[in-house]
């Protein structure tokens, strides 16, 4: 690969990932607030009696199960994988970034860029999904 083709990925690709991980997250965002719309009170109730049965205040859901419930068409899932979707886009971002100072040779922004992305991985892998 010349180094060429490396700008062309990094300056062309680079937008065009965002967008569709955007677009891809407004289209699940979007057909979640519909199935709340069409679905809710009754989703809620459900999700209220699994609280209420578990005990706790909030179900943890792994990602299995998460995919299932969007599947079903529950509303708080689709929501959720909304979200996660739009995460990726500050990740993507200083992912591409990372890469970029990276092959210039900024050791210093490489440095930094690296800390913020593996602080935003970290922060993702710990938190819970819904």
Known sequence: MTEQDE???LRIWTPIILRVSVLS???FLLFGLVE???VAPASYVA???EIQTSGRLAIQQDWGRLA???IEGRPHAILTIGLLVLTLVPLGRVGFTFVLFLKEKDWAFTALT???L???LVGVLLGRVG
Do not use: Y
């Open 114 to 116: 690296a800390t913020v």
């Open 7 to 9: 700008d062309r990925i």
């Open 25 to 27: 997250s407004a289209v």
């Open 47 to 49: 999700r209220f009696h």
């Open 118 to 120: 593996l602080l935003l």
């Open 68 to 70: 299932r419930l969007a």
């Open 36 to 38: 709340m719309a069409l």
